[in-house]
């Protein structure tokens, strides 16, 4: 396939997440901008008297309104179509729909309109504060025709002409009104963007983001086929990218593997300009050809990160310890650190010479293969060991020397190599008095296998201790079973074990069929039947079992308000008598591995969103 083809082939793509992860990535929608902001100091003509109250009351209202009810305010007088706008299109997805393209073309023909219009106006993209671009492949499919099963039953001159126009489509006239918008300014409050595309951006895309008024920048595996860097326009008013927070996370096509570039220009000229103000960086390697190893020392102490409290720095090869020097160096201000450290590298020898960082609060690492840093930085009060480590290492080093010396932990993530957690271990732990969230785990930490059998008993007995303990999360824990304890949440099936059991066993398995089946042939609606029937008892018994455990848990431990055991989370409130109830947070047909809410919780949060 010709290589103009392949970058609409990537947003044809569905991106693979292994499993259920939904728990936690609700994105909070930012607040509506103030109506002032909004008018861009337009006279207010309305005589309505909704717009006479005060500004912040009047911001709390408009987010209260519904849908419904905003459309209806719209159709008053432009200042309220203005004050509905404000709420309707303060975050905005482009996934590529129809409406995606109508809203591109406004936005653009506003652009028009400020350099011509004699007299302020309202603008739409006034109002707009975060913007995602997430190409959904079903719209690519619906305006061109495409899939890949389709391509295939294609005469090839068809296929070609197909991608043909929708290569033409999506890039020479899509992204192309995606890059004007950004740089003609028509969005002059946006704030966030978060480019979730993975396909090939052209430089002028990433001179049109520093055009913009954007203050924090997600790429999200963001490709690049052509070695360039970037720089701030003359005719802008600053000479650095005043960004807060960036996530950098690029890749060189593989489709240009065989040109042999790289990516690292453009990155670091990205990190250059936006170093002097730059409060958050989360800096990943992308999946690449080829591995950059990156340096900072040819800009000596002219390059530096006063402003940097929050730093991830994942899979990045380095020919020096410059950059380390330059972002973890004795003036640090940072607070929150999240790296890997690769055995006997670079990063591996910096971080055993650093000592303490006198403002580290938080740590995720995934593993230590030194713990002078670790033992530099007892202030910690949150710790998060991201990978499985042997119980040599975690049991008679790692733990005890919290235990010994780590008098402010609060937050603490520990997984476990092998199939068990010691009750030694335990024990340990429950030192920890100040410990207000834990997360423990062992076993395999990925795909449908889930081979720890956990004693609820032994971590209640050996945790009561912790009087002040909020969360718990336990992952990867499995029960038995007639089949594989490892089969335990993929199988889903289960035995009653007392007469409550058995009393859903039946009511589920002979409720009518119409409660279950599918709309197809009489085998395939009494085999549908059958398997829907099964994976509603095994969620409706395995719930109940889970809940006694947490009601035990709750029990133990007083102070428990939140703990996720089985797959399931699980709230716990305690009335004006004292009395505990816990409930499921949310009911769900498959379970949820919740990888993403724990590294929230335990790990570094995500900042812009």
């Not at 994105?27 to 109250?53: G, Y």
């Not at 716990?572 to 949310?586: F, P, S, V």
Request: with cysteine.
């Amino acid at each position: 396939m010709p290589r103009s083809y392949a970058g609409i082939m990537d947003v044809m793509m569905s991106t693979f997440s292994g499993g259920k992860d939904e728990y936690g990535k609700d994105v909070v929608p930012p607040n509506c901008l103030s109506f002032d902001r909004v008018m861009e100091n337009k006279h207010i003509a309305s005589e309505s008297h909704m717009l006479t109250l005060p500004i912040m009351l009047l911001g709390r209202v408009i987010q209260h309104l519904a849908g419904s009810d905003l459309r209806n305010l719209a159709l008053v007088n432009s200042d309220c179509r203005q004050l509905a706008r404000s709420q309707q299109f303060k975050s905005i997805l482009l996934d590529y729909s129809f409406n995606s393209s109508l809203l591109l073309e406004k936005v653009c023909n506003e652009a028009k309109a400020r350099v011509h219009a004699p007299a302020p106006g309202t603008y739409l993209g006034s109002c707009i504060r975060r913007l995602t671009v997430a190409t959904h492949p079903g719209w690519v499919e619906r305006r061109h025709d495409l899939t890949f099963s389709g391509l295939q039953g294609l005469d090839r001159e068809i296929a070609k002409e197909r991608l043909g126009s929708a290569t033409k489509a999506f890039f020479d006239v899509y992204l192309s009104s995606i890059e004007a918008a950004l740089s003609s300014r028509s969005m002059p409050h946006l704030e966030l963007l978060d480019w979730e595309d993975m396909v090939v951006l052209p430089k002028s895309l990433f001179m049109a983001m520093i055009c913009s008024a954007i203050q924090h920048l997600k790429l999200f595996r963001v490709k690049v086929d052509e070695e360039y860097e970037v720089q701030v326009p003359n005719d802008l008013p600053y000479r650095h990218w005043p960004l807060k927070s960036l996530h950098l996370e690029l890749a060189w096509t593989l489709s240009s593997a065989g040109n042999g570039g790289s990516i690292r220009p453009l990155s670091t000229s990205i990190l250059y300009l936006c170093a002097p103000t730059l409060e958050t960086l989360k800096w990943i390697a992308g999946i690449s050809s080829s591995r950059d190893f990156y340096s900072f020392a040819l800009f000596g102490d002219e390059l530096c990160f006063p402003c940097l409290r929050r730093l991830t720095l994942k899979g990045i090869g380095f020919s020096d310890s410059s950059i380390l020097r330059i972002l973890l160096g004795p003036t640090t201000k940072v607070r929150e650190l999240e790296m890997d450290v690769e055995s006997g590298g670079i990063t591996s020898e910096f971080f055993a010479k650093r000592g303490n960082i006198e403002t580290l609060e938080t740590l995720s690492c995934e593993s230590f293969e030194s713990l002078d840093f670790l033992h530099a930085n007892c202030q910690l009060s949150k710790l998060m060991i991201s990978r499985p480590l042997s119980p040599s290492s975690l049991d008679t080093k790692i733990i005890p020397l919290l235990s010994k010396c780590f008098h402010n932990l609060s937050s603490l993530s520990l997984i476990w190599e092998g199939l068990s957690i010691t009750e030694n271990a335990l024990e340990q732990i429950s030192t920890l008095r100040g410990l207000r969230q834990l997360h423990l785990s062992t076993g395999e930490q990925f795909g449908w296998r889930h081979n720890w059998f956990v004693d609820h008993d032994a971590i209640r007995s050996n945790l009561s201790n912790l009087k002040d303990l909020r969360n718990l999360a336990l992952s990867r824990d499995t029960y038995r079973t007639n089949f594989d304890v490892e089969d335990y949440y993929d199988g889903r099936s289960l035995e009653p074990r007392d007469d409550s059991e058995r009393g859903i066993w039946h009511g589920i398995m002979f409720q009518t069929n119409s409660d279950f089946a599918d709309p197809e042939t009489d085998d395939e609606r009494e085999n549908a039947s059958f398997d829907r029937r099964r994976k509603a008892v095994f969620a409706k018994i395995h719930s109940m079992r889970m809940l006694t455990e947490v009601n035990k848990y709750a029990r133990a431990l007083p102070s428990l308000s939140w703990i996720y055991i089985g797959k399931l989370p699980f709230a716990i409130k305690t009335d004006t008598e004292g009395r505990q109830a816990a409930n499921l947070i949310y009911k769900q047909d498959e379970q949820d591995e919740h990888w993403t809410a724990l590294q929230q919780m335990f790990g570094l949060p995500n900042s812009a969103d």
